[in-house]
């Protein structure tokens, strides 16, 4: 996200905190460095150790803004990110000037300078309803789109862009955020209210009355993308227990049924456009339990573009900062299925939201700020063998963090597996029923059924959530 108008700005961002900042405990309060220079390049490749893959830590850059501070974003992306995406260089504004004319130089001119810092490099997008080129919508038809528009941009730019492509975002922000639970996945995008399911553009287009675009956009990338590649869809305001994120899984459920899109090459894009403030983030067990749910599944979660706005840049808030950013960072490294993580905007004076906003890693001077080094603390503590944190965003009422990094709670447990365990649980519930395959069993705060239907067991996918598998 670069520009403020091509973006739908959800009340998040701009939201006031709505109650008094909770004080927190973090690792850098406890052993682990909060002054200094950091370099995560060998913490990183430990992680990957861990995880059984390698673990992509990254963040925005592009060629047009490649002057801004030139020295110090190269050293940040030789030595603390291992992965970058284009913040636009890759959208079809850039990459379709004209019908029909594949212009890849912004895109490939990232993938250049990501390769040449030994950084991954992720593909972000091949449709958005918003930084679209001069000529769309024009008077494209429904027809002319799905069958034609969409299947040779998507071809163009994925197969122009090649191998190198950890994961596309093939279809970016379709999902309303007016949603309520039980809705279709149809109903959910046409929710969204932009084109190309409605014209409100007032370009008099032609609508699209199902999700033919989705399909054509999925079955596209799926023929060319490299088969190692996850294939996203990718959408903010999501990750907690809401209907929005109950929408994705619509969406993608829908993808992989009419798309035929196995879910072991799909994704789902967590954006995480958050703000420092109680109730304006998802919480850890919601995002631990929402990545359970996708594993279960076959596909991937990805947290896509963190950044995290204060209110004002006191000590207490990016304290607060700190302790979220550990608690997202923390859910996706415990994952099983979770390998991308990518922070939007190295630093606050690059970042879309405004330097004001201070939401990224590093101030405007390009300092560490504490959600730096507490970030940097949790991958090393990942690293090393240890089990889960508690939710720090909590606040130090639920949950501390001792010296040496170890974890206290008084309303949570610690301990969780880095992959799904095969262990069967036995957790307290009512007597006398029992959850459906695939149904939750167990986990932190569930109260209902621990018992599963004969051919499947109790099984932990991490210590928010437990489910029936055969």
């Known amino acids: 996200m670069q520009s403020l108008a091509s973006f739908v700005l959800f009340a998040v961002l701009a939201a006031p905190a709505l109650a008094q900042t909770p004080t927190v405990s973090l690792l850098i309060d406890n052993g682990f460095p909060s002054t200094g220079t950091i ?3 060998s913490v990183l490749d430990s992680v990957a150790a861990r995880k059984g893959a390698t673990f992509h830590f990254g963040s925005t850059w592009d060629t047009s803004y490649s002057s801004a501070e030139a020295s110090w974003t190269t050293n940040v992306y030789n030595t603390f990110f291992n992965h970058i995406v284009a913040e636009n260089g890759c959208k079809w504004q850039s990459t379709e000037p004209s019908r029909g004319t594949s212009s890849l130089t912004q895109c490939l001119g990232v993938q250049s300078y990501a390769v040449a810092r030994n950084a991954s490099f992720r593909g972000h997008n091949t449709f958005w309803h918003s930084q679209l080129p001069s000529w769309l919508p024009g008077s494209v038809t429904a027809s002319d789109l799905v069958t034609n528009v969409i299947p040779q941009h998507v071809q163009q730019e994925i197969q122009g862009m090649g191998s190198g492509v950890t994961s596309w975002d093939v279809v970016n922000e379709i999902v309303g955020d007016g949603v309520s639970n039980g809705m279709t996945a149809l109903q959910c995008v046409q929710n969204k209210n932009d084109w190309p399911t409605k014209t ?3 370009s008099g287009t032609n609508l699209v ?14 023929k060319y993308a490299p088969a190692s590649a996850r294939l996203a869809v990718n959408d903010y305001n999501t990750g907690g227990n809401d209907a929005k994120t109950a929408c994705m899984f619509q969406v993608l459920a829908d993808i992989n049924a009419n798309a035929a899109v196995p879910y072991n090459r799909l994704a789902v894009g967590f954006q995480s456009h958050i703000s420092a403030a109680p109730g304006q983030f998802s919480a850890k067990s919601d995002l631990a339990n ?17 950044d995290i706005k204060l209110s004002s840049a006191t000590s207490a808030n990016e304290r607060y900062q700190a302790a979220i950013w550990g608690d997202y960072l923390d859910a996706c490294l415990y994952a099983s299925n979770c390998f991308e ?3 939007w905007d190295t630093r606050d ?16 001077n390009g300092n560490p700020k504490p959600a730096a080094y507490e970030v940097a603390a949790r991958l090393q503590r990942y690293a090393s063998g240890a ?12 949950c501390t963090v001792p010296a040496g990094g170890s974890t206290t709670s008084s309303s949570s447990a610690s301990s969780t597996s880095s992959s799904s365990s095969s262990s069967t649980t036995a957790p307290s519930g009512p007597t006398g029923c029992q959850s459906a395959e695939w149904g939750q069993c167990g986990g932190i705060g569930w109260t209902g059924c621990t018992s599963c239907v004969s051919g ?4 932990t996918s991490n210590a928010y959530y437990s489910q029936c598998l055969p």
Do not use: P, Y
């Not at 004076?349 to 405007?364: C, R």
């Open 456 to 459: 499947t067991t109790c099984q």
């Open 290 to 306: 929402n990545f359970a749910k996708l594993a279960a599944l076959g596909a991937n979660a990805m947290i896509t573009e963190l």
């Open 39 to 41: 370099s995560l390049r």
């Open 200 to 202: 409100a553009d007032g």
């Open 209 to 222: 009355t199902d999700l033919s675009f989705v399909h054509a956009a999925f079955s596209t990338a799926l």
């Open 341 to 343: 993580f990518i922070n």
């Open 349 to 364: 004076d690059l970042s879309w939201i405004g330097a004001s906003g201070a939401g990224t890693l590093f101030d405007t």
């Open 387 to 398: 089990t889960e944190l508690c939710a720090t965003a909590l606040g130090t009422s639920q």
